[in-house]
């Protein structure tokens, strides 16, 4: 079954850090870019990152850019958000996509369940 | 940074309505444009790319034009699994931009 799965969301302090984890099944996972996008409670969906198929192509959103770092594990078919000095405005339920191709400048055709992360004191 | 918006941001229709939503981009994005569907506490799901390719497993009732900076996304008769937020992107380079979204409610 072709699959991404979200994890390692949960409850932060403000400042902290949090690394999220997509794992991937089903497909030729060095064969796809892939992204991040979440949404915050009750709002719509922002685009947060994406990394191509090779991993040497990144782009990052302006509201996550310099606290925020996507990588990939083609070995491990997985996909990860490192996040650092979160805040308030990061609660939000985040989700992993398939872009149809190996670049970041595609549409995406699956995603994941999503991972809620809450950055609260 | 490319700006996206969509118009309605609700709409109220019937079921067996033919309902037309838009998206508007600030600047020229040819056709990399994709559309998206998302329920209440579901993931978003994947309709249409290219602005008017259908993504595989899609009703034939969903249809995407335009090209530029206007694009629609129509539904030809609405069903009843059909109620939920609809969400454009624009993919041309980064950011990748979604539009605020349009939801159908039912009438």
């Known amino acids: 079954e072709v699959q991404l799965v979200e994890s390692g969301g949960g409850l932060v302090q403000p400042g902290g850090s949090l690394r999220l984890s997509c794992a991937a099944s089903?497909?030729?996972?060095?064969?796809?870019?892939l992204n991040w996008v979440r949404q915050a409670p009750g709002k719509g969906l922002e685009w947060v990152s994406g990394?191509?198929?090779?991993?040497?192509?990144?782009f990052y959103a302006d509201s996550v850019e310099g606290r925020f770092t996507v990588s990939r594990d083609n070995s491990k078919n997985t996909l990860y958000l490192q996040m650092n000095s979160l805040r308030a405005e990061d609660t939000a339920v985040y989700y992993c996509?398939?872009?149809?191709?190996?670049?970041?400048?595609?549409?995406?055709?699956?995603w994941g369940q999503g991972t809620m992360v809450t950055v609260s004191s | 940074d490319i700006q996206m918006t969509q118009s309605p941001s609700s709409l109220s229709a019937s079921i067996g309505d033919r309902v037309t939503m838009t998206c508007r981009a600030s600047?020229?994005?040819?056709?990399?444009l994709a559309w998206y569907q998302q329920k209440p506490g579901k993931a978003p799901e994947p309709l249409i790319y290219?602005?008017?390719a259908l993504q595989s497993g899609v009703p034939s009732r969903f249809s995407g034009s335009g090209s530029g900076t206007d694009f629609t996304l129509t539904i030809s008769s609405l069903q009843p699994e059909d109620f939920a937020t609809y969400y454009c992107?624009?993919?041309?380079?980064?950011?990748?931009?979604f539009g605020p979204g349009t939801k159908v409610n039912i009438k």
């Open positions: 996509g398939r872009q149809r191709s190996t670049s970041p400048s595609d549409a995406s055709d699956m």
């Open positions: 089903g497909f030729t996972f060095s064969n796809y870019a």
């Open positions: 990394i191509s198929g090779a991993g040497n192509e990144i």
């Open positions: 600047q020229g994005i040819s056709n990399y």
């Open positions: 290219a602005a008017s």
């Open positions: 992107q624009k993919y041309d380079s980064a950011p990748f931009t």
